[in-house]
């Protein structure tokens, strides 16, 4: 049986959105709806007896501009899913700058750990800044917001793409923050750690989080470069690139399979 | 015929120092020993009410030393409630002078001892500090590889600090019969399991806590010789005794004890002084009353008054003068209370 399902999210749904124009008939248990709304549009929305609108005057605009739409209908659908919006490893990549761990490669192998630059944390602080960190995106903020309104509405939260491998060559604060956690070898704890708690911070609202696919990271922290190179931006106007030196999207490949992965997770 | 009240100075007589003090903005309170200055390495470790000297004393400029500084990626609100920048380390409260004098024994030879370890939950606690953890840890490996670190890291504290603060909180404690160890809270209360065979009341003495700060002293000035001591005895109320008494004379008794041996120490050494927060907040003619409605914990008014003092004394300004207070009078106390984290007050749960 065909689901209806509503996809809302930021500038990262525009590689859901490139796949299924690439192949529309590619997932035919799906009938698919792709909301997008910049910036925190989305959690300045009102839902009310199920309807879905945009409350001030800058969310509508944005709101019609992308969508053509003033208001989404939830009822009309089976389930929603919320793509991007800030749901992101990036924030496990902050945590990580002057914190450790004791299950982290790096410091199982550290001899003096008083020594060491960063603090040694437990890694239940770590958690609950990470998860407090995840509680205040726009994208667990919006899942709360419908699940809250619409209990009975199955919602899905797909991850934001983790960062390009490319973003270790910009210098800016994302590719520093990354190379550390290369450098220490800990990237795999640390990505398992993202996926486990913003799993257990939704499943904890009722809210399923699909963990970005394996076959798209590369080393754990990265997308692999296959599913980055030509990533698209949201806009009003089409087939806008991406600028060249983007690291943070992903492409319609990507996006293709991380449609699949919802339409297995729908049948589960 | 001359004798020695003719030459004494105001603050000498009750009515001059105490019923005008106000006038005078009770001058003289507290001649300090040794001055602190915005250059002053300063550590400070006690009950909950030396977090408040610490707060102030980082308003004011002072260079508060902290052994284990929050992870500045990480939220200060959650890092308070797993006890980072309460006090110089992050040892929680520490209410006794043996519980004090028993962790710079620890800290001095990097002791960790496996038995002080108690169950919470599904997880673990370190017995010694159990609320630095409130989800506790998951092994006791854990627990002892985290306390080695906070010992390490004391010590590298101690080793810069000018001056050390600590401000004496209770008398009372429950104590490990086979070690002689005191713990921080009731062994069944926050954590652990309380065994009446192998815990036991300890209300101590005046003779024994005098003991137990020259040994404060004399371990301190072995991380730095010309490390000087600054007492205070915190003016907050016991949340609960185990002594058989009433909370109130319990409360004066252990509170009467604290302050004579901290005036005795500082008689005995000049490297050791006393700073009346506990007369600023307790003493009638110092205006108040400075306790909320609970009774127990102090308003931030009679914080800022006591910070004030303390500051004007070294010379210090940072504080808005305590008939400005800090919040509206008639506002919202609790959320400045709930920044302090005390953990006796999780004693109060258990009246009935």
Redesign the interface.
């Known amino acids: 049986m065909t689901q209806r399902v509503v996809i809302f999210g930021n500038s990262h749904i525009a590689a859901l959105k490139y796949a299924l124009r690439g192949t529309p008939d590619a997932w035919p248990d799906m009938a698919l709806t792709l909301v997008g709304a910049h910036r925190e549009h989305l959690i300045g929305v009102a839902i009310i007896d199920g309807i879905l609108r945009p409350v001030s005057d800058d969310a509508k605009r944005n709101f019609n501009n992308l969508n053509g739409c003033k208001q989404v209908d939830l009822n009309q659908f089976d389930a929603v899913a919320i793509s991007g919006c800030e749901v992101t490893f990036n924030h496990a990549s902050v945590l990580y700058k002057n914190a450790r761990w004791p299950e982290l490669p790096s410091i199982v192998k550290m001899q003096n750990l008083p020594s060491m630059r960063e603090r040694l944390v437990s890694v239940s602080l770590f958690d609950t800044c990470l998860r407090d960190a995840l509680a205040k995106s726009i994208g667990v903020q919006f899942a709360h917001k419908i699940k809250a309104a619409q209990p009975d509405l199955p919602v899905f939260v797909l991850g934001q793409p983790r960062a390009c491998q490319k973003a270790l060559d910009g210098g800016n604060a994302l590719a520093v923050g990354h190379q550390r956690i290369v450098d220490k070898g800990d990237t795999s704890v640390v990505s398992a750690r993202f996926d486990d708690i913003a799993t257990q911070l939704l499943a904890d609202m009722g809210i399923t989080f699909l963990a970005q696919p394996e076959n798209t990271r590369t080393d754990d922290i990265f997308t692999s470069s296959r599913f980055t190179r030509d990533a698209m931006r949201l806009s009003s106007e089409d087939n806008l690139k991406q600028p060249q030196d983007d690291v943070l999207h992903a492409n319609a490949a990507y996006g293709a399979v991380v449609l699949s992965q919802l339409g297995a997770a729908l049948v589960r | 015929m001359k004798h020695p009240y003719e030459d004494l100075p105001a603050t000498a007589f009750w009515r001059t120092g105490a019923v005008d003090g106000d006038a005078t903005g009770f001058a003289g309170l507290h001649r300090p020993k040794f001055t602190i200055t915005p250059d002053t390495k300063v550590a400070t470790a006690g009950s909950c009410f030396a977090q408040h000297i610490g707060q102030a004393l980082r308003g004011a400029g002072i260079a508060v030393l902290d052994a284990?500084?929050?992870?500045?990626?990480?939220?200060e609100t959650?890092?308070r409630r797993?006890g980072y920048g309460l006090f110089s380390g992050r040892y929680g409260n520490i209410y006794t002078a043996r519980q004090m004098t028993q962790l710079l024994q620890d800290v001095a030879q990097g002791t960790v001892d496996p038995r002080f370890v108690w169950p919470k939950g599904a997880g673990f606690v370190d017995a010694l500090r159990p609320t630095v953890?409130?989800?506790?840890?998951?092994s006791i490996d854990?627990v002892l590889?985290?306390r080695?670190?906070h010992l390490?890291?004391t010590a590298?504290m101690l080793r810069v600090a000018d001056v050390f603060i600590f401000t004496l909180g209770l008398t009372e404690a429950w104590e490990d019969l086979e070690t002689g160890r005191v713990f921080a809270m009731c062994p069944g209360t926050v954590a652990g399991t309380f065994d009446a065979a192998s815990h036991a009341f300890r209300n101590f003495t005046h003779a024994e806590i005098l003991a137990d700060l020259h040994e404060i002293r004399a371990i301190l000035q072995r991380f730095n010789p010309d490390m000087q001591v600054l007492l205070t005895v915190s003016p907050v109320p016991l949340t609960a005794t185990a002594s058989g008494d009433h909370v109130i004379p319990a409360t004066a008794y252990s509170k009467a004890v604290l302050r004579a041996a901290a005036g005795e120490a500082v008689i005995q050494f000049n490297d050791m002084d006393y700073f009346p927060s506990f007369e600023i907040i307790t003493s009638h003619v110092m205006g108040g009353p400075w306790f909320d409605d609970g009774q127990r914990t102090v308003r931030p008014e009679g914080v800022a008054r006591v910070m004030q003092h303390f500051l004007a004394a070294h010379g210090l300004s940072a504080l808005p003068p305590a008939d400005q207070p800090t919040s509206p009078p008639d506002g919202d106390i609790s959320d400045d209370d709930a920044d302090l984290i005390c953990d006796e007050l999780l004693l109060d749960a258990f009246a009935k």
């Open positions: 284990e500084a929050r992870p500045t990626t990480m939220d959650i890092c797993f953890e409130p989800d506790g840890l998951a854990e590889l985290h080695a670190y390490e890291r590298q």
